[in-house]
């Protein structure tokens, strides 16, 4: 039975070859994945490691500033403090680095350009210790002096002696210019560490555009007197400092650094298992459908084994064991590839962190162990259907020319209900009540998928033969559109493994029109604002701009209304977490964000004023004339407040508070960070935007943005996220498309004989052609056609449930939906050439003949 | 040959001199040797002779499915050897029909429209008077929106022979029409062609080794050892079984000549 085995599977290796590809590629990406997650890992870590080996114990603030998010500063009184510590060799060296972008460059133009990729970082010059090697110059010496990593003075062309401007999103003396004293580099030649552009200042500088205080430092760094180890001095120093502080030898430091680094890979690294994931779900189907008709085609063999005294459970066995061996295969070649593909990606991301990351090779064992188990699992479970019907063969077969049974499709429907049912009443059920829950509507929607996938072989065929006969205008046409109905089953299977792809993708894709419909109209109707003054580069500290120019925009002519914003996003309302703003015009910014009063005055008319939105005002409890107590996160006093006003909240729950502009000296940043400015009736847009843009000259972090653009840069963000998951979709688009050729490349093999006798009577080379393509297309439309239906009403509901979130408005991206139906017909056409060819290359002679 | 007595009838289909020889060297094997025949128009020829003499072979190459080594094919005015696949494929549709011994219809269609396919395969309208006359001989009349899988062998045959017949084709090839069939409904389906040949002249060609099926013809050819041996004219199926024993003797002579050459 053994030697059976191997055999039959030596005689098919064309068509398990293709079905093998498939777990392949599923394998290699979530293998490549875990690869490439734990090489990219470990490149980090060494950098950080070179980054920190000079640092034998690090000091810092075990408090988070809230406005940075990074430790807190720690006064210039714990050096001294140390320098008396058991152990400590020299003085201890006071470091400020900025790690939040609070420093930006001013570039030649008087603006902050936009950044991206690996950060811009100031800090203190304490010396050219390694791994900092000087090129060129000096380090700072006077406080108009900095020095400049070689990659950052390349990239803004500059040498020793030139000047150097930057601005502190905290400092509020706005642009400062340096004259560069010295250009460095890094130990091994290299210009920067890890990609990162790094300027350093005298101490005092650096305290002050980094902290905004004097005799302050971000960290500590002490040395191990001879004799001392590292641990024996963080222990030393802990002890000293007590639980304010976090002590950490440069081992550790470069640990926690890199594994911070490791949230975000990790998170990375989740969407492209997920997505790997659908490429095995996706290929699961193909190894159904190749299995089935592998089956199928041994009828007679299997029932003659059967008939020899083969038992059931060696029938069974002995499929069983040739997908064990596919599955092996591709297992091994997975996870050989995917190493290859998770070295080649880690190789990738190095050069985007400045080329100077040194990509290294880690395989983890968990992506040996899930390869192995993926391949061979995936291909052993896809094949048990089949080979439990391939055990209940009856030996009599082997007896009958075995027409090939066509199953019944009612088992399908029942297993579809059984998802579909339950789908739809977790799903209504969510969208009746207002609180919905988006674990138990995702479960609904996924019932609701699976049951959908379930349920396709139901209908099938009339909707093959629908879309069959927009193709039956000839005879090849017909013949084509025939053959796709003659087997529900496997055109369904084949057509589910192209569908699931484009489901997801179509579901996505309305969900993202939706939202992009719902900002624009919110954008049309709601905000009336014309132009709006904010950051031009998101950062970790909102940018802000000087007080004066909102006074001064409202003398420019053509302004009908200016409103500014402030931000505290730490502040806390009777003891809870809020996000506060403070307007010096509530009655404008409530009129161009189209917001209307529910009751009460719609001004803050003192600084205890305060205004909420409905939806505050009902998780607070708070009512008009009440009082109310807020925290703000720049000043520890609690203030008492009277709501003087509550606006309507409509639909939405999103809380909106306001106090007066005389409450921002509270707030840790006092300047405002935007500001909406409405024009006057038949103002020239361009003019007045102009004149904007020429006050904001001294504030390099802003700029006057077009309302308009906004919703433009949305759709690019948009548009780039579609692109990215139809990127990642393609790897399940591509093993769906391996799945067609599979399913036409055994049919013609299974039909031989009509081909043979089709060809006899006359049916040239291309009517043969055109016969395979028609049968391949029917397919792939059928499979496009539920995925966009599947995915519109799994998109349609995903709004519903985001109604009162903001996606207020349903949109069906039409031009897409087109395209994938576009795309449907290609890649029936290219799917077809390999199966034609093979059909219309029949020897005419052996196919008809006996013997 | 035997051809020069039928000439007034027309030939439908003739090879000249044909030679076929598959394979090379020790494994050569010569399917046809310089073998020339006429098939008279309008006549029910059988191709007769023991397996291996190339009976299938000669048909398959006068049909246009396997070439000629040397020597000529022609159908009615059309000389086969030398035509692309293109030409042939035209030649096969319009010219000739087939039955096999499998029967081959298409599961997917209809009988009415496997009657027909060859006529759609050329986009050709059936000529309705002549496919109802077809239809009522072949006795298919309530069957037509069968599907293969519905009708049992014999009828699955009529299905096959009323296709070939339907395009009224220069020339019918039939390979072993009966060869999968129980007597009674072989019986028929020789009883349909028999009359397709005397009530609308049609030509036909058929391959057998069934002496009760040849008896049926006009004419039997007998071939062995890749060579035309001898023909009878209205036989018996008593005289073909003769005949074909008296071949079985001289090959197997050969053989024991040829063993003994060895």
């Known amino acids: ?851 | 040959m035997a051809s020069t007595t039928m000439a007034d009838a027309g030939i439908a289909a003739r090879a000249a001199g044909v030679w076929k020889v598959y394979g090379t060297g020790e494994a050569q094997v010569v399917a046809l040797r310089d073998v020339s025949v006429d098939m008279a128009r309008g006549r029910f020829t059988a191709i007769m002779g023991p397996s291996g003499s190339g009976k299938s072979t000669l048909m398959h190459c006068m049909a246009g499915l396997d070439t000629v080594d040397r020597g000529e094919v022609f159908i009615g005015d059309l000389r086969v050897t030398g035509m692309s696949d293109r030409q042939l494929t035209q030649m096969r549709r319009d010219n000739i029909g087939f039955i096999f011994q499998q029967f081959n219809l298409l599961p997917t269609l209809t009988a009415e429209e496997n009657i027909t396919l060859p006529l759609s395969i050329a986009g050709r309208k059936p000529d309705r008077a002549w496919f109802d006359q077809v239809i009522d001989t072949v006795g298919l009349r309530d069957r037509l929106t069968h599907k293969p899988t519905e009708l049992s062998g014999g009828q699955q045959q009529r299905v096959a022979c009323a296709r070939a017949l339907v395009s009224r084709p220069e020339v019918i090839f039939a390979d072993e029409p009966t060869g999968n069939l129980d007597s009674r409904s072989g019986a028929e389906v020789l009883n349909f062609l028999r009359e397709s040949v005397d009530r609308f002249g049609q030509t036909i060609v058929m391959v057998t080794h069934d002496a009760n099926a040849a008896s049926y013809a006009d004419r039997v050819l007998f071939l062995a050892d890749g060579q035309v041996v001898d023909e009878l004219m209205d036989p018996t199926a008593e005289q073909v079984l003769d005949e074909l024993k008296r071949l079985e003797e001289i090959v197997a002579a050969k053989q024991a000549q040829r063993a003994e050459g060895a």
């Open chain 1, 1 to 851: 039975m053994l030697r059976a085995t191997f055999k039959s599977l030596m005689s098919r290796k064309a068509r398990l070859f293709l079905s093998a590809i498939a777990i392949i590629l599923g394998v290699m990406f979530i293998a490549g994945s875990l690869v490439l997650r734990s090489s990219f890992g470990a490149s980090i870590e060494s950098m950080f490691t070179t980054a920190f080996e000079s640092v034998d114990v690090q000091v810092t603030s075990a408090k988070t500033n809230e406005t940075t998010q990074q430790p807190e500063a720690i006064p210039e009184s714990v050096l001294a403090q140390l320098a008396g510590v058991k152990g400590v060799e020299g003085t201890p060296k006071g470091l400020v680095t900025d790690g939040a972008g609070v420093v930006q460059v001013v570039d030649k133009n008087g603006k902050v350009a936009p950044g991206f990729g690996a950060p811009t970082i100031a800090a203190n010059w304490v010396g050219a210790d390694d791994p900092i090697e000087m090129r060129e110059g000096s380090g700072p010496v006077s406080d108009d002096q900095v020095a400049l990593s070689a990659n950052l003075a390349e990239a803004n062309g500059l040498k020793v002696g030139d000047k150097f401007t930057v601005i502190s999103l905290l400092d509020s003396s706005g642009k400062q210019t340096f004259t560069v004293s010295g250009v460095f580099g890094f130990t091994g030649g290299r210009d920067t560490l890890g990609g990162e552009k790094t300027m350093y200042f005298t101490t005092p500088v650096a305290q002050r555009l980094v902290l905004d205080k004097t005799g302050v430092f971000t960290s500590i760094d002490v040395k191990a007197a001879p004799g001392t180890t590292d641990e024996q001095l963080r222990d030393n120093v802990k002890a000293a400092l007590g639980g304010d502080y976090k002590v950490q030898t440069g081992e550790e430091l470069a640990k926690s650094v890199s594994d911070q680094f490791g949230t975000v890979l990790d998170a990375f690294n989740y969407v492209l298992i997920a997505f790997g994931s659908i490429a095995v779900l996706v290929s699961i189907f193909l190894i159904i459908n190749t299995f089935s008709i592998i089956v199928a085609q041994r009828t007679r063999e299997l029932a003659l084994f059967r008939a020899m005294g083969a038992a059931r459970g060696q029938v069974l066995g002995s499929v069983l064991l040739e997908a064990l061996f596919i599955g092996v295969i591709a297992g091994v070649f997975g996870l050989g590839l995917g190493i290859l593909a998770g070295w080649g990606g880690t190789a990738v991301l190095g050069n985007l962190f400045g080329g100077q990351l040194t990509a290294e090779l880690s395989v983890p064992v968990g992506a040996v162990i899930a390869s192995l188990v993926i391949g061979i699992g995936v291909t052993i479970l896809a094949a048990l259907f089949p080979a439990i019907r391939a055990s209940r063969i009856p030996p009599i077969a082997a007896l009958r020319d075995a027409a090939n049974a066509i199953r019944p499709v009612w088992p399908f429907a029942v297993a579809g209900g059984l998802f579909l049912v339950p789908g739809a009443a977790l799903v209504i059920w969510q969208l009746s009540i207002k609180e919905a829950t988006l674990g138990v509507f995702a479960t609904g929607i996924g019932l609701l998928f699976i049951g959908a996938i379930l349920a396709t072989p139901l209908i099938a065929r009339p909707f093959v033969s629908l879309i069959g006969r927009l193709m039956s205008w000839s005879i090849p046409g017909k013949l084509g559109r025939l053959n796709s109905g003659r087997n529900p089953r496997r055109t369904s299977i084949t057509a589910v493994a192209l569908m699931i792809g484009v489901t997801l993708i179509t579901a996505i894709g309305v969900l993202a029109a939706s939202v992009q419909a719902s900002f624009d109209k919110f954008l049309e109707t709601s905000l009336k604002a014309d132009v709006l003054i904010a950051g031009t580069a998101p950062s970790q500290v909102p940018p802000t701009f000087d007080e004066k120019i909102l006074g001064e925009a409202k003398q420019v002519q053509g302004v009908d209304k200016v409103a500014g914003v402030w931000f505290d996003g730490a502040a806390k309302l009777n003891g809870k977490d809020v996000f506060v703003q403070a307007t010096d015009d509530l009655p404008a910014m409530t009129y161009m964000l189209g917001q209307k009063m529910h009751e009460g005055s719609g001004s803050l008319g003192s600084g205890t004023d305060l205004v909420v939105n409905q939806a505050v005002a009902k998780e607070y409890g708070l009512s008009l004339g009440g009082s109310a107590t807020i925290t703000f996160s720049g000043d520890p006093a609690p203030r008492t407040f009277t709501v003087s006003g509550i606006i309507a909240s409509g639909d939405s729950d999103d809380p909106a508070i306001y106090v007066s502009s005389a409450d921002a000296q509270y707030f840790p940043l006092k300047s405002p960070v935007q500001a909406f400015i409405a024009f006057g009736d038949g103002a020239d847009k361009k003019a007045v935007t102009d004149k904007l843009n020429d006050l904001l000259a001294d504030n390099p972090l802003v700029t006057v943005a077009d309302v308009s653009a906004i919703g433009d840069q949305m759709k690019s963000i948009i548009d780039i996220m579609l692109t990215v998951i139809q990127v990642l979709l393609l790897l399940a688009m591509f093993i769906a498309v391996i799945g067609v050729i599979n399913t036409l490349t055994l049919s013609v093999l299974e039909r031989t004989r009509e081909l043979g006798m089709l060809r006899a009577v006359g049916f040239s080379r291309s009517q043969v052609s055109g016969m395979v393509t028609v049968e391949s297309v029917v397919i792939s439309l059928f499979g496009a056609l539920l995925g966009i239906g599947v995915g519109v009403g799994l998109g349609v509901l995903g709004q519903r449930a985001l109604k009162n979130d903001f996606v207020t408005e349903l949109a069906l991206p039409w031009g897409t939906i087109a395209g994938y139906l576009i795309a449907a017909i290609v890649i029936g056409v290219l799917a077809a050439l390999i199966p034609a060819y093979r059909a219309n290359r029949l020897n005419v002679l052996k196919a008809i003949s006996y013997e």
